[in-house]
């Protein structure tokens, strides 16, 4: 079926160290994955994409990985800061749809 | 000038009642989409209409229909409402139907049925 796996569901990291999320998908397919970022009480909001003829994706401090062998794709956050608390989707196109993962709440710690 | 704009922002209503949530699109998109945030902020799919054809629809009850008069506004009306209704309600637009692209999202209607 379609489905997107996203782990893990909370992550809290040091203000300046690394955050990692992961996500798996089951349509082989799938070919464009975004990353949205929700603020409490925002709405979500892309923050970095890539398609399926790219491996590797950095927009600044952000960086998206893409296995398609494997199905799964992830989430980098370097430097993090306090302003990246957040809950962070990872989805994956299938047909005509864009089906999202489940979240995680990013907590950065002081 | 907001690009996505949902009305009303906030809904509270009693079991039983019909609603309406209103959404527009000044981008010139195909595409929007009605998604379902509920407690747990697991953002589901409901439905999507492209230039005004119903594209999507997921397993919705009926109570929920979709009205889009025009490719800029899809409404969604809601029958009935029950308690398990009660989430956050997001539109989105997107640029065209034939390939994926950025979603738009308005700012969404939190509805408490109570």
């Known amino acids: 079926g379609e489905n997107v796996e996203q782990h893990p569901s909370t992550l809290s990291v040091q203000e300046g160290d690394s955050a990692v999320i992961k996500c798996t998908y089951s349509?082989?397919?799938?070919?464009?994955f975004p990353w949205y970022k929700q603020e409490l009480g925002k709405r979500p909001q892309l923050i970095i994409d890539i398609r399926s003829n790219v491996g590797e994706k950095k927009d600044q401090r952000i960086a998206v990985t893409l296995n398609k062998t494997a199905k799964h794709f992830s989430l980098h956050i370097t430097e993090t800061q306090p302003e990246d608390s957040a809950v962070y989707f990872c989805?994956?196109?299938?047909?005509?749809?864009?089906?999202f993962g489940k979240g995680t709440r990013l907590h950065i710690l002081p | 000038d907001t690009a996505v704009s949902q009305t009303p922002k906030y809904l509270v209503t009693q079991m039983g009642n019909d609603k309406s949530i209103k959404c527009e699109q000044n981008?010139?998109?195909?595409?929007m989409y009605w998604y379902k945030q509920d407690s747990k902020k697991f953002l589901k799919i409901m439905f999507s209409y492209n230039n005004k054809e119903l594209i999507i629809n997921e397993t919705v009850p009926n109570r929920f229909s979709p009205k889009s008069p025009d490719k800029a506004h899809l409404n969604l009306h809601i029958n009935s409402l029950e308690l398990g209704d009660s989430a956050v309600y997001f539109c989105a637009s997107e640029p065209t139907g034939t390939t994926n692209e950025k979603l738009f999202f308005g700012s969404g209607t939190q509805l408490s049925v109570l």
């Open positions: 349509d082989s397919a799938s070919n464009y």
């Open positions: 989805a994956a196109s299938m047909g005509d749809k864009i089906i």
């Open positions: 981008l010139g998109h195909d595409t």
